[in-house]
């Protein structure tokens, strides 16, 4: 099993700047890609970015420029530094631990952190 704990949402103005972060422990061994999805009221959820052990990285075009993931293996904890945030951007943002091919079974999912940007 794997846990993950989000932190970092909160509420900030336009302009301004966030970083979410996601720590993975129990077997995190099992672990390659992690991400961030969002989920914007009355929108279906989506992909944010995400990143694999090997740091490719994938980003929605929305938040390409403005959003950057990054990771640090060792301590097996994901971040989001997101500026140049927008309104749009207000969602409750989720972590993601996809599982290597080898150990399968459902992904983890963290609990969720709201983002609400202002105008």
């Known amino acids: 099993q794997v846990q993950l704990v989000e932190s970092g949402g909160g509420l900030v103005q336009a302009g301004g700047s966030l970083t979410l972060s996601c720590a993975a422990s129990g077997s995190a061994f099992q672990i390659n890609a992690m991400g961030w999805y969002r989920r914007a009221p009355g929108k279906q959820r989506e992909l944010v970015a995400t990143?694999?052990?090997?740091?490719?990285?994938k980003y929605l075009d929305a938040v390409q420029g403005r959003f950057t993931i990054s990771r640090e293996n060792a301590q097996n904890t994901v971040y989001l530094q997101m500026n140049s945030l927008k309104p749009e951007d207000t969602a409750v943002y989720y972590c993601?631990?996809?599982?290597?091919?080898?150990?399968?079974?459902?992904?983890?999912w963290g609990q969720g952190t709201q983002v609400t940007v202002s105008s």
């Open positions: 990143i694999t052990r090997g740091r490719r990285t």
């Open positions: 993601k631990a996809e599982r290597y091919a080898n150990y399968p079974g459902p992904d983890y």
